[in-house]
């Protein structure tokens, strides 16, 4: 028996899907590989998944007869005719047993080449980070404290309640660099972490200026309270107490830097803060 027009239709078209999705896959391929558009790579993966769904569908529905069907009770046998017609049918039937080869085949590719094109977007994970979240340009020890335009700072330069922004010499564009020298009142007791009692100067500490929750910079001080706020999401630090989160999401002290002078009696930092600058990420340790 011959296949209806209607079924060989329709698995044209579902080839025809196949086949589009397939090609869009490796445009979409192609795209991620030049370094991504993101206009084309959603046109390209709406044909993709558009062409994979449209095809599954119209092969779905050939897969299911669409016409009701009453099979009539009938005595077990064949007559010759029957058998001669079944072998008929069953001749027909190996041509749609090919175009089934070929539509699987088809589908095949086009998930195939889909999977291709999902594993670029791994790319725009960026590079492998190494160290870079956990050192600073402070690790090289002895470094000295510079303003933005350059200028060493000297304790005298920082009036009683004075804030300002510091930075290693020759770092001064380091994101990850930017710290709060903050001079307290000598009426305000500084209480040290464990091993960090000589890390200021003169009432003078430093600490970094990256909020631990999500990186906004810390700058606004209330002298008298010796509180640090965050104007993102108001945490506060407490700066007599090694900058400890009193308020606010932040869960982290801001990281401390160890302060020395110089002999011409400038600041500078002994070495790198007590921490991982900024919010936390997946394998800081401390
Ligand atoms: S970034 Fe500072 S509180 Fe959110």
């Not at 579902?14 to 558009?37: E, H, I, N, P």
């Not at 980070?129 to 303003?147: N, S």
């Not at 430093?206 to 108001?234: D, E, I, M, N, R």
């Not at 007599?240 to 932040?250: Q, S």
Request: one cysteine or more.
């Amino acid at each position: 028996m011959a296949e209806p027009d209607g079924d060989r239709r329709a698995e044209t078209l579902a080839a025809v899907s196949f086949g589009l999705a397939t090609v869009a896959a490796l445009a979409l391929v192609v795209v991620f590989w030049r370094g991504g558009q993101p206009q084309a790579e959603g046109l390209l993966l709406g044909v993709v998944t558009g062409g994979l769904g449209v095809g599954i569908v119209l092969w779905a529905r050939l897969a299911t007869p669409q016409d009701d069907v009453t099979e009539e009770r009938h005595l077990a046998g064949s007559t010759e005719e029957q058998v001669s017609a079944l072998a008929s049918d069953f001749g027909a039937g190996g041509a749609a047993f090919g175009r089934r080869r070929l539509l699987v085949g088809l589908l095949a590719s086009a998930g195939a080449a889909f999977g291709a094109a999902l594993v670029f977007p791994i790319r725009s994970l960026g590079p492998r980070p190494g160290k870079g979240f956990k050192r600073t340009a402070y690790g090289d020890g002895r470094v000295r404290l510079v303003t933005a335009d350059g200028r060493p700072v000297l304790v005298d330069d920082l009036p009683l309640d004075g804030v300002v922004t510091v930075w290693p010499e020759g770092h001064t564009g380091d994101g990850d660099a930017p710290t709060l020298l903050i001079r307290t009142r000598p009426d305000q007791t500084l209480r040290p972490r464990p091993g960090r009692r000589d890390w200021t100067i003169e009432g003078v500490v430093a600490y970094s200026k990256l909020c631990t929750h999500v990186g906004c910079p810390v700058g606004l001080y209330q002298a008298a309270a010796g509180l640090l706020l965050c104007p993102c999401h108001q945490s506060t630090f407490d700066v007599l107490d090694g900058a400890r989160p009193v308020f606010g999401p932040a869960a982290r002290s801001l990281p401390q830097l160890p302060l020395g002078r110089n002999a011409q009696g400038e600041l500078i930092a002994l070495g790198d803060f007590s921490g991982p600058v900024g919010p936390g990420f997946w394998d800081r340790d401390r």
